[in-house]
């Protein structure tokens, strides 16, 4: 586990967050996209999943680096997304109710991570960078699937 004082700490933590969000984020995207029936959608979501994979890996090697193994999302935040998920789904599984389980989730992600990069002030540049493009690539989506709402 690596040393989370001071600077280093902070990008670790806000590492550690990332890594977790990025997790969220694949595993929300991999519940819904083979119920989405429009192709140009699948394709946007197909797209953020692959772009979060490679963000994950970049901070894989940076948890690497720190000596950390970084962080999976809580069992609560994950079962209850996954209850959410599946009872809207039974009521209505159109692409509607996917592209607005997706936003929810997208706005939460932007409305987390900007929290944690006010939070972690310290963090190296690195980091807040891999936060930032998260943080826009979450932004993006939500924005590009507003027409399947």
């Not at 890996?57 to 996954?82: R, V």
């Not at 209850?83 to 409305?111: E, F, P, R």
């Amino acid at each position: 586990m690596a040393d989370i004082s001071g600077a280093d700490g902070d990008t670790v933590k806000l590492l550690k967050e990332c890594d977790s969000g990025i997790k969220m984020g694949i595993a929300s995207i991999e519940d819904v996209i083979d119920d989405v029936k429009n192709n140009e959608f699948r394709t946007l979501l197909h797209d953020c999943k692959t772009e979060h994979e490679k963000l994950g890996n970049e901070i894989f090697d940076l948890l690497n680096e720190h000596n950390d193994d970084g962080k999976d999302p809580t069992p609560m935040a994950k079962g209850m997304s996954w209850i959410k998920t599946n009872m809207k789904m039974a009521v209505d599984d159109s692409d509607n109710t996917v592209a607005d389980l997706i936003t929810d989730g997208c706005n939460m992600g932007v409305k987390s991570l900007s929290r944690y990069l006010n939070q972690y002030k310290s963090a190296d540049h690195k980091s807040r960078d891999i936060t930032s493009r998260l943080v826009k690539i979450e932004d993006n989506l939500a924005t590009d699937i507003r027409q399947f709402l």
